[in-house]
């Protein structure tokens, strides 16, 4: 299994980033695609999950209404959308994978990190 993210990198308060998280060695299509952060001391946290399908999706309350997340069965990659962006989004983001929309995530990329700062 591996994941693979990029599109981190440096914006300023109020622009976006589109992240993408490639994947390989599993059946894409089958599982639920997460994303997830963490900054320097603290617990990773969630952000965003889609189902398999495509056909739900649940974020967290800090991110509702700004940021956005999809799939792409076809290319076997899951994006993450960020608009208006704040210094306090800033931190490394880490995509997922898991067996259900609810269960734990099983799988995970590197990270790409993101800085919101002027």
């Known amino acids: 299994v591996q994941l693979v993210e990029s599109g981190g990198g440096l914006v300023q308060p109020g622009g976006s980033l589109r992240l993408s998280c490639a994947a390989s060695g599993f059946t894409f299509s089958r599982l639920a695609m997460t994303w997830y952060r963490q900054t320097p001391g603290k617990e990773r946290e969630f952000v965003a999950v889609?189902?398999?399908?495509?056909?739900?999706?649940d974020y967290a309350n800090s991110v509702k209404g700004r940021f956005t997340i999809s799939r792409d069965n076809a290319k076997n990659t899951v994006y993450l959308q960020m608009n208006s962006l704040k210094p306090e989004d800033t931190a490394v983001y880490y995509c997922?994978?898991?067996?259900?929309?609810?269960?734990?995530?099983?799988?995970w990329g590197q990270g790409t990190q993101v800085t919101v700062s002027s």
């Open positions: 889609i189902s398999s399908t495509g056909g739900s999706t």
């Open positions: 997922g994978a898991r067996p259900t929309y609810y269960s734990g995530t099983s799988y």
